[in-house]
Every structure is written in structure tokens, then in C-alpha cells.
């Protein structure tokens, strides 16, 4: 059984940083796309940034709005995935998903319960 928990999430100012982490069991980041998503009130659900692999090469997608201010890494070790955000904005304020896909013929898509994030101005 996979499970994804989140933490990290928070309030803080506008500029500020905050990092969030997610713990895997069950699968293994390593060899599996994850990463992060949010969701804004009233808004889908998208890609913050996340680990993917296409052959041999892996690397990051972000999402458009990241604009440099996010990282993301990833322990092996540990079977974690952190997304240190910098320069947040109160755009930024959603509820921080975990996400981790086993792809096949039918990928099946995990998510973790969700971590607030909110930024005020």
C-alpha cells in the first residue's frame, strides 16, 4: 500500500520561504515520477514540480509560475521529495499536494492528504 505524508505546510509573509516534505512508503521516488501540486481555492488542481524520467534522462518539470523561486530535491535514502519554496506570494496560498505515479498500462496516480500553505500580504 503506498502512502504520501506531507509536512512543512504553514502561514508566512509575503517573501518568505517555506519548505515542505514528503515521505513515500510502499513505492519508491526513485524509481517512480513524484513530486508536488496545489490547489487554490476555486481553482484545478496543478504541477508545482515534479520528478519524471523519459529513458535514461530524468529531470524536473515545474509549473509555468514557479519562475525560479522553487526547488525541488530528492533523498533516495530517505524516500523523500522537499520542495523549498523562496519569494512566495499570497498567489502562492493553496493546499500543497504530494503526488507519486506507477506508470503501465493503467498509471495509477497516489496523493497525500494535502498540506496547507498560506501567504499573506
Known amino acids: 500500500q503506498v502512502q504520501l505524508v506531507e509536512s512543512g505546510g504553514g502561514l508566512v509573509q509575503a517573501g518568505g520561504s517555506l519548505t515542505l516534505s514528503c515521505t513515500a512508503s510502499?513505492?519508491?521516488?526513485?524509481?517512480?515520477?513524484g513530486g508536488w501540486y496545489r490547489q487554490a481555492p476555486g481553482k484545478q488542481r496543478e504541477l508545482v514540480a515534479e520528478?519524471?524520467?523519459?529513458?535514461?534522462?530524468?529531470?524536473?518539470n515545474f509549473g509555468d509560475f514557479v519562475q525560479g523561486r522553487f526547488t525541488v530535491s530528492r533523498d533516495n535514502g530517505k524516500n523523500t521529495v522537499d520542495l523549498q519554496m523562496n519569494s512566495l506570494r499570497p498567489e502562492d496560498t493553496g493546499v500543497y499536494y504530494c503526488?507519486?505515479?506507477?506508470?503501465?498500462?493503467?498509471?495509477?496516480?497516489?496523493w497525500g492528504q494535502g498540506t496547507q500553505v498560506t501567504v499573506s500580504s
Open positions: 503526488h507519486l505515479v506507477i506508470n503501465g498500462s493503467t498509471p495509477l496516480h497516489y
Open positions: 520528478f519524471t524520467s523519459r529513458g535514461t534522462m530524468n529531470f524536473v
Open positions: 510502499g513505492e519508491s521516488f526513485s524509481t517512480n515520477p
